[in-house]
């Protein structure tokens, strides 16, 4: 137990090095997106909250990056479990390419229905069926993260039972 406690300080003493070099990176002006996602991580790990999200709103924000980047912001909500951001993120990608990706679209309805704001939700996942058909049907229909809206009248107009599934007719 001691070895891994002292591991966990020499990892911790390694982010703080490199937070403190990105940062004067960004100082210098010489950081670019990578970097930026980087601390942003970084901010994340290390309970940095206040610069964690003024971070990756800040990334958000910028129009002239590729949407693309958006989805990295997105991954890293997601590996915090930071749902209300994850949507928001979600959103921002959404809103600059909304034909692209049925999968961003579902787990977007799925963040979303996490928050239970299920009228918005069901409106993500109507378009995610949209643009992908039956395969963003069948990933609603298995998804964990629709349990919260599975019973509502919405959600089965949209995705119902697999035939393959009901029993109730025999």
Same mark, same amino acid.
């Given at each position: 137990k001691v070895l891994d406690f002292l591991k966990q300080i020499r990892g911790? #003493? @390694?982010? #703080?090095g490199r937070r403190? #070099?990105? #940062?004067?990176?960004?100082?210098k002006g010489g950081a670019d997106i990578n970097a930026a996602l980087e601390l942003a991580d970084l901010y994340a790990?290390? @309970?940095m909250e206040q610069q964690f999200q003024g971070l990756t709103q800040t990334i958000l924000n910028d129009t002239n990056l590729p949407p693309n980047v958006c989805l990295a912001v997105a991954k890293i909500y997601a590996d915090g479990k930071r749902i209300d951001l994850l949507a928001n993120a979600l959103e921002r990608y959404l809103s600059r390419d909304p %034909?692209? %990706?049925p999968r961003v679209?579902? +787990?977007?309805?799925?963040?979303q229905a996490i928050l239970q704001r299920t009228n918005e939700s069901l409106q993500s996942l109507r378009k995610a069926i949209e643009l992908g058909g039956e395969e963003a049907r069948e990933i609603a229909r298995t +998804?964990?993260?629709f349990d919260g809206i599975r019973n509502?009248?919405?959600f089965r107009a949209?995705?119902?039972?697999?035939? %393959?599934l009901n029993f109730q007719n025999l």
């Open positions: 911790t #003493e @390694g982010a #703080e403190l #070099e990105l #940062e004067q990176k960004f100082a790990k290390m @309970g %034909n692209s %990706n679209w579902v +787990d977007l309805a799925a963040a +998804d964990q993260r509502t009248p919405g949209l995705v119902p039972v697999s035939q %393959n």
